[in-house]
Structure formats: structure tokens, C-alpha cells
């Protein structure tokens, strides 16, 4: 009876191990990206080297490559995207990470659709390509659930171009 019990326990413990194993993610999908939250402690891609300034192979500064270390967002960028996006309820707005998340929103004359809108800027130079935005968007069914469908294909396009006109009107009033 001890035997049986011994090996019991033996083939409770692999399996309790192999859960355990299992459970720690090894065959799992690893992605690439930061979140908001490690971006903003331990800063993005491109902030900081491995050893400082020092540099092993003897490589130099690239051009236009900033000494500015950590996260940057444009002023100008963030004031114009928080403007255009002003009739949203925002979620968040962080300004160090440069992530602005609405909120959902319908309109009043089509409350069986509403959408919402992420916006994320990069860097510090005011560059069509520094500014992101992402557009949710669902309809209401007959049964009243909310079911995800594609937006416009330029939605997210028109909101980036308004944000760059918005920042360049910024950008003249603040000159003059």
C-alpha cells in the first residue's frame, strides 16, 4: 500500500510541476511592443544606450539623432491632437508617453453606432509621421449588443491630417 501511495504522490508532483511549467508562458507568443506603462518606466526604443555615451564599435551619432534622453512628445502635437479630439470623453491623456485614449461616443442623431478613437505621438519633431491614430468603431444589432465594424478606410487618415493642420495653426499663432 506504501508503494502505491510513494507513486502516487510521485506522478501528482510531475504533473503539478509540468502545470506549473506549462503555466509560465514557454510556448507562448511573445510581442514586441511595450505598453504605456513600460514605456513610461523604462522609456522607448530609441531612449538610452547599454553603456551610456560610450559606444563599442566606434559608431557615431546619427544625424538628426537627438542627446535628449527618455520620452519626448511634441508640445504642438499634443495640444492639436487634444483639440481636435476635444468633443470626445477622454479615458486618458498622458503627455509623457504621448497616448491619448477617448472614450466611446455616438452622435445624437445615430445612437446605433458609435466609435472611439486612440491617438499615440511620437518623438519630438512635428512630422506627419509622428502622430498615430487608431478608429474603433460598432453598430447596435436588433438584440441592442454592440458588434465591431471596420470604419472608414481614411477615418483615421482625416483625423491625422486635422491634428497637422490644427499643430500648424498652433505653430503660426505661437510666432506671431
Excluded at 30 to 59: A, C, H, M
Excluded at 63 to 73: A, I, K, T, Y
Excluded at 77 to 96: C, E, H, I, Q, R
Aim: hydrophobic share 40%; with cysteine; net charge negative.
Amino acid at each position: 500500500m506504501g508503494s502505491v501511495m510513494t507513486d502516487f504522490l510521485k506522478l501528482l508532483f510531475l504533473i503539478l510541476t509540468v502545470t506549473f511549467v506549462a503555466s509560465c508562458g514557454l510556448g507562448g507568443v511573445v510581442e514586441d511592443q511595450q505598453s504605456p506603462e513600460d514605456r513610461l518606466k523604462y522609456g522607448g526604443p530609441n531612449s538610452g544606450k547599454l553603456f551610456g555615451d560610450i559606444t563599442i564599435w566606434g559608431g557615431k551619432k546619427k544625424e538628426g539623432e537627438s542627446e535628449q534622453r527618455g520620452l519626448s512628445v511634441n508640445a504642438v502635437a499634443w495640444k492639436a491632437t487634444l483639440d481636435v479630439l476635444s468633443f470626445l470623453p477622454l479615458v486618458s491623456a498622458d503627455p509623457f508617453s504621448g497616448i491619448i485614449i477617448t472614450d466611446w461616443y455616438s452622435e445624437d442623431d445615430h445612437q446605433d453606432e458609435r466609435f472611439k478613437i486612440n491617438a499615440f505621438i511620437e518623438g519630438g519633431a512635428l512630422r506627419a509621421d509622428s502622430i498615430k491614430v487608431s478608429v474603433f468603431k460598432q453598430v447596435k444589432s436588433d438584440s441592442g449588443d454592440w458588434l465591431v465594424v471596420d470604419p472608414d478606410a481614411d477615418s483615421a487618415r482625416k483625423i491625422e491630417n486635422a491634428i497637422l493642420q490644427r499643430a500648424r495653426e498652433i505653430k503660426i499663432k505661437n510666432k506671431s
